[in-house]
């Protein structure tokens, strides 16, 4: 195979897509950190399914609008840092392509350094050792062996085999990597998704699993409603139509013109239709010409929407902010949640450890924010890069991340904010604020590995300082008594310390850490707060 044509890129991706979905949980258990948030592997995945979604919705019909989709679904759906830097890798690709109709090695390599570049400057402060590093190893591997080699099979393999060598490499360029005994997680999701291009070229036949109902299918669609409460179509139509000669393809091509979430399922001589839609007369009218109708159901969901965000409503109305910009926050856990609308802040989304939300979740808020100027607070650092990503999008606001890496670095932050300040002013006093202060967190280990001289065993209590795990135990308690110890000045110097309880946490732990808390430091104010997290059983505040 001496070119690669719209088809074979289709194939492609599907079968990157296809091997990363059966890997995925390989990549996600390569998490450096022994903590319950291993989900790099599903962050590419769903990326990439979004990214072949849009390709589905938009039927392209040459390869530039291929592209075009592949790269609006990458970049609306990349959640985590490996899902928003494989949107990047995309976007530079299929860019550089421009408006060829097919694509020799020498334009594949071409095409993959671009990537290599793109990617390289959506981040910050790029690493070596990370999928970064694989990615530019196989650009530069593939523009040298593309001026000889011209057959994309013998391409592949010899990109699927510098791809490994590069990602056997990362554990030494990276010294966490090194001693957590690991490769990097981004960088062995890219070399899965190369693995799975190649297991197509090869002529491996894709099978996607149980093809689901017609009720499932519709059930899926109906459970999507509109973070703003306004659908763009009303009415849930379902039709059954009788009728041996009906175009299952041309019934699904020609509703397109009222509506969308269609769906045509024939058993015999019995077709089922569903359709949201906002003139269901006009469907009635256009399927009774094709065949007899059988029975209808039409359901007014606005209706339904309406009513449960009234509901919804009732239990999460935030508090009326007098700042002159709005925020949006992003947290697990109801007592987090509710925490935060008692501060002013406008949205709160959901979504945190093991739950990254997508640019698009993140970008979707700010649209609908009522101030100009808006504040985004991503409260993991796994979602940093991609609220990064959805303020690039944001044409119609103001928007600025402060970078918190979890949610308790988010509350001193926010009530540093003054009313008669300046929106520079508060985003400065919010970043200084965010230097001068610490946070704890006590959770468990997931798995057996040695960082920072501690051996630690799967189901060992873990405390972290900031980014560091410093201490382990065998429950919460001893973890943090130890901690206290060790860094008795950090929580001394404090003029506040807030204790959030998890989910899961233990009522007689909670009494015991507040009294280690409060015989060591009898001067500091101490508050014990139902967070309501998941996976941790403390998070802890240091101000």
């Given at each position: 195979?001496?070119k ?9 991706l ?5 091997n ?5 949980d390989?990549?996600?258990?390569l998490?450096v ?12 995945y ?6 072949v979604?849009?390709v589905?919705?938009?039927m ?7 592209g075009k989709a ?7 759906g990349?959640r ?8 990047q ?47 530019k ?14 057959d994309?099979?013998?391409f592949?393999?010899d990109?699927?085999d ?12 990276l ?9 990097d997680a981004?960088?062995q ?35 999507t ?15 059954l ?17 009222f509506g969308?979430s269609?769906v045509?399922?024939?058993?015999q ?11 269901p007369?006009?469907v009635?009218?256009?399927?009774v010409?094709i065949?007899?109708i ?31 910009f709005?925020?949006?926050?992003i ?8 925490i ?16 990254n939300?997508?640019?698009n ?7 609908l ?27 119609t606001?103001t ?5 918190t ?29 965010l ?6 967190s006590?959770t468990?280990s ?14 060992d ?37 807030g ?10 732990d ?9 015989e ?5 104010e101490?508050?014990?707060i ?9 998070l802890?505040?240091?101000?």
């Amino acid at each position: 195979m001496g070119k690669l044509t719209l088809t074979e890129f289709d194939q492609l991706l599907r079968g990157a897509l296809h091997n990363l979905n059966r890997k995925k949980d390989v990549v996600n258990k390569l998490n450096v950190f022994p903590v319950p948030d291993g989900d790099t592997g599903t962050n590419m995945y769903l990326t990439l399914k979004t990214a072949v979604e849009e390709v589905d919705k938009k039927m392209p019909q040459n390869l530039k609008d291929f592209g075009k989709a592949l790269c609006e679904g990458a970049l609306i759906g990349g959640r985590g840092n490996s899902g928003v830097i494989l949107s990047q890798i995309l976007k530079g690709f299929f860019e550089s392509l421009d408006a060829l109709e097919t694509v020799d090695t020498v334009r594949f390599a071409t095409a993959l350094m671009a990537a290599s570049k793109v990617a390289y400057h959506a981040v910050i402060k790029p690493v070596e050792g990370t999928i970064l590093t694989v990615v530019k190893a196989v650009a530069t591997k593939a523009v040298v062996i593309s001026t000889y080699e011209k057959d994309f099979i013998k391409f592949f393999k010899d990109l699927l085999d510098e791809s490994r060598i590069s990602l056997a490499k990362t554990i030494d360029l990276l010294p966490v990597l090194k001693e957590a005994g690991v490769v990097d997680a981004g960088g062995q999701g890219f070399v899965f998704l190369i693995e799975g291009g190649l297991n197509v070229l090869k002529g491996e036949k894709i099978v996607e699993g149980v093809q689901k109902s017609f009720e499932e299918e519709i059930e899926q669609m109906d459970k999507t409603y509109s973070i703003s409460g306004k659908l763009e179509y009303r009415y849930d139509t379902v039709i059954l139509l009788s009728g041996v000669n009906i175009d299952t393809g041309k019934v699904n091509e020609d509703l397109t013109e009222f509506g969308d979430s269609i769906v045509v399922a024939k058993a015999q001589e019995l077709t089922k239709v569903h359709i949201h839609s906002n003139n269901p007369h006009k469907v009635l009218e256009y399927l009774v010409q094709i065949g007899n109708i059988k029975d209808a159901k039409i359901e007014d969901m606005q209706a339904e929407v309406d009513e449960f965000l009234k509901e919804k409503q009732v239990h999460n109305v935030s508090v009326e902010s007098s700042l002159p910009f709005s925020i949006i926050s992003i947290a697990q856990g109801e007592g987090f949640k509710k925490i935060f609308l008692n501060l002013g802040v406008e949205t709160v989304i959901d979504g945190g450890q093991t739950m990254n939300p997508s640019i698009n979740d993140i970008l979707t808020a700010i649209t609908l924010c009522k101030k100009d100027f808006v504040v985004v607070m991503p409260n993991n650092s796994n979602i940093i890069l991609a609220a990064q990503e959805a303020k690039k999008l944001a044409k119609t606001k103001t928007v600025e991340i402060i970078p918190t890496s979890n949610v308790v670095q988010a509350i001193p932050a926010i009530l540093s904010f003054n009313t008669e300040g300046t929106f520079e002013e508060n985003m400065s006093n919010a970043l200084k604020m965010l230097e001068t202060s610490h946070s704890v967190s006590i959770t468990y280990s997931i798995k057996k590995t040695q960082l920072n001289g501690l051996k630690i065993k799967k189901g060992d209590v873990i405390g972290m300082l900031d980014e560091d795990i410093v201490s382990k135990g065998k429950n919460p308690a001893e973890v943090i008594t130890n901690m206290i110890k060790d860094k008795n000045g950090i929580f001394k110097d404090a003029e506040f310390i807030g204790i959030y309880f998890g989910k899961e946490t233990k009522a007689e732990d909670t009494e015991a850490v507040a009294k280690a808390f409060k015989e060591h430091f009898p001067e500091v104010e101490i508050d014990i707060i139902d967070g309501g997290q998941p996976y941790y059983y403390y998070l802890i505040s240091i101000e």
